[in-house]
Nanobody, 127 residues
Framework: QVQPVESGGGLVLAGGSLTLSCLAS????????MAWYRRAPGKERELVAA?????????SYADSVKGRFTISRDNAKNTVYLQMNSLEPEDTAVYYC???????????????????WGQGTQVTVSS
């Protein structure tokens, strides 16, 4: 199985914006929910945002990013995006793309596939 490829990270000043991209492959992209996670130094991995598979229109966000981040997907490009605005130093982390464990999921609780993680992309927000 080919792993996802994340890109778009970088160094940005507080208040700035970045858009992350994740190119997925190895499965029927539109059939799976997708999500972004992040891991900050010394902290647990955190679910940032999730978007449902194409037949179930829903998005969810961690409280810490609501109103600032937007997740979206382009099924024609097998790509999921994370638009990040009003970035804060607390958003500094490595961001990872994830695929849902099961296709066609309507569960409100996102379950990541254990074997589908990329290398991540580093986001650093300076104050």
């Amino acid at each position: 199985q080919v792993q996802p490829v994340e890109s778009g990270g970088g160094l940005v000043l507080a208040g700035g914006s970045l858009t992350l991209s994740c190119l997925a492959s190895g499965f029927t992209f539109s059939d799976y929910a997708m999500a972004w996670y992040r891991r900050a130094p010394g902290k647990e991995r955190e679910l940032v945002a999730a978007i449902s598979w194409s037949g179930h229109n829903s998005r969810s966000y961690a409280d810490s990013v609501k109103g600032r981040f937007t997740i979206s997907r382009d099924n024609a490009k097998n790509t999921v995006y994370l638009q990040m605005n009003s970035l804060e130093p607390e958003d500094t982390a490595v961001y990872y793309c994830s695929r849902d464990r099961d296709p066609y999921s309507t569960s409100p609780y996102y379950q990541p596939a254990n074997d589908y993680w990329g290398q991540g992309t580093q986001v650093t927000v300076s104050s």
